[in-house]
């Protein structure tokens, strides 16, 4: 009769639906399980967590041979730990001055020989009324985290900073100064890099050190050899 089959072939559209339903959900299950198994082989595990800071931590380098790590934060310090044993060594403070209050730590970062943690700090003159906010780079002892040499004071902010593999120079991205480099020993500016115009928001030297790379706020990169400091490109 026309009702036999018309329920014949409901009959048949289900028993097809079922199993093609069945079908996706073994493959969802297949997939869901694998991607567990994925996750669960490639996730890492969390060595250390610390509350390190009353602010916003901004940057941290770890030592070359490894045995430590530098942060630093909004909260205007610098922390020296042991590392990966998560003890805190010291804290480090620069004292206050109205004409030089400290807003943040940017940026740390350990000499080649881990002898010396390098920062670039932010700064607020008080007493200027016209140009307030300016930036230094501080170089502090790691053995016993004194200051030793303060220098490369610029209008503004500094974004980041990059030290050479030879430790020799320090590279500054400032906002907006660009890019500037250093000599770390003694705080002398070597060369102020105006090729490109506009606020510098990251700068790195090569492994090598043979080239020195930045990028900018406005979307620009750029490179230069070292030594002559002839831009390649941007």
């Known amino acids: 009769s026309t009702w036999s089959i018309s329920a014949a072939c409901n009959v048949a559209v289900l028993a097809r639906q079922w199993r093609r339903c069945a079908m996706v959900a073994?493959?969802?299950?297949?997939?869901?399980?694998?991607?567990t198994a994925v996750g669960a082989q490639g996730r890492p595990d969390l060595v250390w967590a610390e509350a390190g800071h009353s602010s916003e931590a901004t940057g941290l380098d770890i030592s070359p041979d490894g045995t430590l790590l530098a942060t630093s934060s909004g909260d205007a310090t610098l922390k020296l730990w042991r590392y990966p044993q998560r003890r805190l060594l010291r804290t480090l403070v620069l004292p206050y001055r109205?004409?030089?209050?400290v807003m943040e730590i940017r940026q740390v970062r350990f000499t080649p020989d881990g002898a010396y943690a390098v920062a670039a700090v932010n700064q607020y003159d008080a007493t200027n009324q016209g140009s307030p906010e300016f930036a230094t780079v501080r170089v502090f002892r790691v053995s016993d985290g004194a200051l030793v040499r303060?220098?490369?004071r610029q209008s503004g902010s500094i974004a980041a900073i990059d030290i050479s593999p030879d430790g020799a120079w320090l590279a500054t991205a400032g906002q907006p100064g660009g890019v500037k480099v250093w000599q770390l020993a003694d705080g002398q500016l070597v060369k102020s890099l105006d090729d490109v115009p506009g606020a510098a928001a990251d700068?790195?030297?090569a492994?090598?050190?043979g080239r020195l790379g930045a990028g900018y706020g406005n979307g620009h990169l750029a490179s230069w050899k070292t030594g002559s400091w002839q831009l390649e490109w941007d």
């Open 26 to 35: 073994l493959a969802s299950l297949a997939l869901g399980l694998a991607a």
């Open 203 to 205: 700068v790195h030297f």
């Open 207 to 209: 492994p090598g050190g």
């Open 150 to 152: 303060s220098f490369g």
């Open 98 to 101: 109205i004409d030089g209050q």
